[in-house]
């Protein structure tokens, strides 16, 4: 057998290998048991994969092969955007205290500006040119990755400070993804890609309408097919080709495809569907796959002797750690009184969700003809940007354990044999847990 | 039906105007392929809804769909689309001969074998037969031809006859798992189409060291090296030997490890898939080897497996047919029409004959033995895969002949699932598989109360 056919035997085998064993329920569980994401327990190595064996010397990742994984990559952007689309569920919001709503959109534009503003100066230091506004298109894509937070443990958090500010945590956490989205669409509308072949000429609004309209009309489309499924195994196929069909489409047009497909799954989580949470259960089976081809594939453009990758991700980092601070202590000001202090909260929505991965990579498939060295270096940026987060959100836990000093309202531990009844008598128990700040 | 054409042309809607931001001769890799999968997926799978309400297969659904969105007719799926297709195109024939060879288990089978070895060897044989003496009797009459020997015209029969007896496993397959079918009629279909499939693969490696030889090297110009047979031998040994391992690392990790297996057998038919190019493995013999092994010989059973994939074969088949159906080469059809119905004609009969006969010798129950026949009607993938090596390995004739047999095959794949399903109903098989399936389960379907709701 010829040895390049032997590598690429080995090396995709040993990547199966690989993926299959961290895509087991344990792993994951051994995540959440040390509050870590998938970007630190998967990401590296899988990156470091994809970078080896892009190597001409390892020769596993050719041109031929990425080339043959590309409808993969294509159908993985659009399964994410229907799950990020799924989470936004207009009865749920509705149910949400309304002054959680400043939380949401504090806890995301704010780190947004922060990074857009740092890493654009990091940009032009860096000497990216300011003809046709590249350095800001870049600063713009990064800021829409810094928006989503990863998910947190709700079990972990509970104990930490308490049911309730958990669950609030947890819910800025799923919406915040689509903040990040939006900007990305914008960033899409705004910046298109020049393509001479192609037969429309339209102005921004109008691509604004499309976007708005075809997310709208898929997801129309794939709830009438869904409807009208017989059996799972009919829905499953059909679900899967209207995933296909919408990232089919709206890559086509040099759209965003997590965002038209996250359009299409926000209508479709606000459509009358019996069981939204299996469907949502059936998508995010597979989410972990996708993270890791998506993972895999990026490596193949990683280049971690660039300096001006790590340049960027420290100016990522920063300007999105601060930024999540400072909309914590906004959002202490302006939120319900439950939620826990500013700190708490900001090290809660630190973590960098992996769906910044899908922004990045989405946009870098965009954009994957101008300048492909800075698109690597944004790739970089969020990539290594997610895991030094994660270590600077380590470190900022470990100050505040030392410190032992935090302001969160100390929530109720146990529920008290009943008092007197008080002028407020139809007031429900209260739970309480000891932060453990305070503890 | 009135639904399903109504989505059908919202899809089909979408899909074109999406086309049109492109030059008709244009396409991105990645979203044209993904543009394609997506629109074959949905569209075959409202065709087939329209075609069950016919009382037609949903698998000739899936293939007219595929012809008639393809490159041939409205072209909107370009031949480049198809092309980034293949890999999921290769998946799905593995997935697919995984299930035929999970399904056939040997010791089951073995009181049987003397029955599905006479049929098979009858029915192949009269059909060669039959097919080598109309095509000797034709050819002289085809312009390909004039400048031919005898011995070479003879040589085109014999090349051209060996590829169309080739059967379908996989459109067997599809219609076993479409209708819910299980019984005499289809473990002996499936069986004779699996082995006699095997039977032809090894036959052609033959039938085109002859042609080799008739031919003078610088006729039989082509590119594969001083010997086919020898590369076949390789692709035919190395595919089995990696369907065997293939099976074996798979009965491994479900033993081992047991979660995630449809996730897994995915992975590892994507993997087989990708190499298997640059191998020349071919991934139905692999899939094959790797479902016989893990139903005869590993410790695991071929229906944990096949339970495991379920969820991904009523995607893989409406995406694998549909894009045969795209590959359908209707202009080739059209241009030898006369010649490929009477050659269709000729294969059917000499089936027929010859598998009744086989049966009879056999003493196979009447009811099945009348019926046998119409599950070795289909082909697909493997025929046309033949042809297409037939195009490519003998220059300039194999173009030409290549096209007399697509033309053939192009009635077989259109008729044969039709007639297989109708031998089936009538032999009451189907919907007889009742076992905990994807089937019977609901859909995320709204209920009546949700629409009350609504409302």
New interface residues.
Partial sequence: ?HPD?LR??VG??SA?GL??LL???KVKALEQRFGVTVLISAGVPFLAMGAIFSLDSVGILTPE?L??L??A???GL?WVGFVVGLHFDVRKLDALPASLGPVIVLESVVPMLTTAGLCAIALLAMGVPWERNAFARDALVLAACAAPSAPISIEAWERRVGRKAARMIDEVTSIDEVTGLALLGVVAILFRPENV????VLPSPAWLLLTLGLGG??GI?TY???????????????L??????????????ALS?PVVCAIAGALLANL?????E??KKTLLD?ER?IYLIFLLVVGATWRPLEWQGWVLATAFVLARVAGKRLGAIWSKRVGPKELPSARMLAIALAPQSPSSIVLMVSAA?LYHGYGPERVRWAINAVLIGGVLTEVVVRILEWRRRRTGVDLTPIPPTRVHAPEPPKPLADEAPVITTTPEGNA | MI??AL?LA??AG??FA??????AD?T????????????L??AA?QTGHIFHDLRLPHLTGFILCGALFGPEVLRLITPSMLG??T??KKVAVGLIALNAGCELNFARLRPKIRSIGLVSIFGLLTEFVLLFGFFSFVLGRIEFTAGMTSAQRLTVALICSTVLSALSPAVVMGILKETRAVGPLSEMCLSIVVLADLAVVVAFSFTESVARAVFPPDVAANGAGPSIFGALAVHIFGSIATGIAVGLVSAL?IRR?G??IG??VF??LF?VA??GG??HLDPLLVGLSAGLFLENISPVSGHEVIHET??A???TF?VFFAVVGAEVHLHAFFTVAPYAALAALTRATGIFAGARFGARVAKVDPEVAARVPFGMFPQAGVAIGLANLVATSFKPWGEAASTLILGTIVINEMLGPVLFRMALARAGEIGKKREG???????????PE??V??T
């Fill in positions: 057998m056919r690429i035997i995709l085998a199966l993926a299959v895509a087991q329920p092969v080339i043959d590309k409808p990559f294509e159908f659009g072949a192609t037969r429309w009309v898929l489309l009438v097919l869904l409807r009208g499924a017989r059996n799972a195994a009919e829905e499953l196929t059909l899967l080709g209207a995933v296909a069909l919408s990232a089919g489409v709206a890559g086509y047009l495809v009358p569907i019996r069981d939204l299996g469907l597979v796959p498939t | 639904r399903a989505v919202l899809v979408i899909s999406a086309r049109s931001f492109l030059p244009a991105i890799t990645g979203s044209g392929a993904a543009l394609a999968f997506g629109f997926l949905i799978m980034d297709l890999l999921v990790y490890v979660q995630r996730l897994f992975a590892v993997v990708e190499i640059a191998l379920e969820v074969a009523m995607p409406a399936s994807l089937l019977d389960l609901p859909a995320h379907a709204p209920t949700a629409d709701e609504t």
